[in-house]
């Protein structure tokens, strides 16, 4: 049994819906900011941890490259910006599109978190076993759709229903 004009008409708008969000997600997530949103700010315990990776002089300073890396340092990225990379969309049936990412914090970027939300670590250090998330995550939401972008939907879907 084929498709009707109708079902492949809403299939080939939310094919064509698709790309164009997950281009405003990336777009978006290297803005460091949801659609009409300012991301909160790292917090001090975030950049000491992440400095910790840095290579440091004899005398504990960080080198000159290193102190750049960690000024440098925007909230929700990490050294891989793997997040920003695989933001995708699927297609769910023939009226729906889903936008997101595969990656496990995903979620926790886009809701925040709670320190211990998500159980307690496997290493058990001296201190005893660690939360997870360490410490609290802001939520700093990265999908969803801008004023322009609802606009830019309306008339892709307007394109394809008038043929035009």
Request: some cysteine; glycine content about 10%; charged content about 20%.
């Amino acid at each position: 049994m084929s498709a009707s004009p109708c079902a492949r008409q809403t299939c080939a708008t939310c094919a064509a819906l698709g790309p164009a969000l997950v281009g405003e997600g990336g777009e978006r997530k290297n803005k460091r900011g949801a659609p009409e949103a300012a991301w909160a700010p790292n917090r001090a315990v975030t950049l000491v941890r992440y400095s910790s990776m840095f290579a440091r002089k004899k005398d504990g300073e960080l080198t000159k490259r290193s102190a750049a890396k960690l000024a440098a340092k925007k909230p929700g990225t990490g050294e891989t910006r793997a997040l920003a990379t695989t933001i995708n969309y699927q297609l769910q049936d023939d009226d729906a599109v889903a936008i997101g990412s595969p990656m496990i914090y995903a979620g926790a970027v886009h809701y925040g978190a709670k320190s211990g939300e998500f159980g307690f670590g496997f290493y058990v250090t001296r201190a005893g076993s660690f939360p997870l998330p360490w410490g609290d995550i802001p939520a700093r939401p990265f999908l969803g759709a801008s004023d322009d972008d609802k606009a830019n939907i309306v008339d892709l879907v307007h394109t394809y229903l008038m043929g035009t």
